[in-house]
């Protein structure tokens, strides 16, 4: 059933109508980790706050984005945490609460739009309704009556396709003790089992995260490279896509307006109504046959009444 809003409200002004694509799935989980996480480790220049880089953009744009994460312009200061976007499935046994696909309806205009998700009264189309029904039973334009023709304006939108999407987070330091207070932010931050959600532009994911965080560090041997702690994990988001951004072909959302009143016409020669009869009426359907000797009896009364 579509949601419900308030009579002076404007829909264009509650929902936000952008599409969902896989770039809102990423930005929603980088702001997750860089914003509502927030870590912070201890450095040689203080507590600073880690700093977040989605997979590894090129070292001359990194370098002009940023200029504390390449101090020297070359190589990265740690502490930092990076995000590498996997795999993307679209699973077939998540097709959402729906179950099933609904096509798109495209009608006469083609606009297409499959599932209402919002419903508000139209209130000019409502009023000039009410205005006839008025004018009709009570021969006055504004008599107050309790109004059933009530016309909406409901918004479609086309099914979401839902998708998997896995990231694999890496966490990178210099010493053991910004490790573990990275680790613990995250830890601490979670649940058991790791569940969390994700928002960007008025869309929510749900984020599932592996308890596990392995060491791939090369602080186990004695070598003579420079000690990096390294230590990863995989979190799986549960989102969706809506459209196909600037390759769709039909509007992202589609407005319909509903119908004030069904009316079905009476078909009289199923029903063997006998039409009242008048001087010169022009019948547009068929009559029964005893409907047409009433009317040739009628008929010939009122002619001899006139000429009597």
Do not use: W
């Not at 029904?133 to 059933?148: E, L, S, Y």
């Amino acid at each position: 059933m579509p949601k419900r809003t308030k009579l002076d409200q404007n829909l264009d002004a509650v929902y936000g109508f952008n599409p969902s694509t896989l770039e809102d799935v990423d930005t929603a989980f980088f702001n997750y980790l860089n914003d509502d996480l927030n870590i912070f480790c201890d450095t040689n220049e203080g507590f600073h706050k880690v700093p977040v880089l989605f997979a590894t953009a090129e070292r001359s744009f990194q370098i002009k984005d940023n200029p504390s994460l390449r101090p020297n312009g070359r190589t990265l200061e740690y502490p930092l945490m990076s995000i590498v976007r996997g795999t993307v499935i679209n699973n077939p046994s998540n097709k959402g609460k729906y179950g099933v696909y609904i096509p798109p309806y495209y009608g006469f205009y083609k606009k297409g739009g499959a599932i209402p998700f919002a419903r508000q009264v139209n209130q000019e189309k409502s009023r000039e309704r009410a205005n006839l029904t008025a004018k009709k039973r009570f021969d006055q334009n504004t008599f107050p009556f309790d109004n059933k023709k009530v016309v909406y304006d409901t918004l479609y939108i086309p099914q979401p396709t839902y998708v998997e999407v896995s990231y694999e987070v890496k966490l990178i330091a210099e010493y053991q003790h910004q490790m573990n207070q990275m680790i613990e932010a995250f830890m601490g931050s979670f649940s058991t089992p790791v569940a969390f959600k994700i928002t960007h532009n008025g869309h929510v994911y749900e984020a599932f995260g592996d308890e596990t965080f392995s060491n791939e560090g090369n602080n186990s041997g004695l070598n003579t490279d420079e000690r990096i702690f390294k230590s990863s994990t995989t979190i799986t988001v549960l989102g969706y896509i809506i459209g196909a951004d600037k390759n769709d072909k039909v509007p992202m959302v589609t407005v319909r307006e509903s119908a004030a009143e069904v009316t079905i016409g009476r078909e009289r020669v199923v029903l063997g109504d006998e039409p009242e009869f008048h001087a010169g009426r022009k019948d547009k359907y068929r009559t029964t046959d005893k409907a047409k000797k009433n009317i040739l009896l009628i008929s010939l009364n009122y002619n001899c009444n006139l000429f009597s």
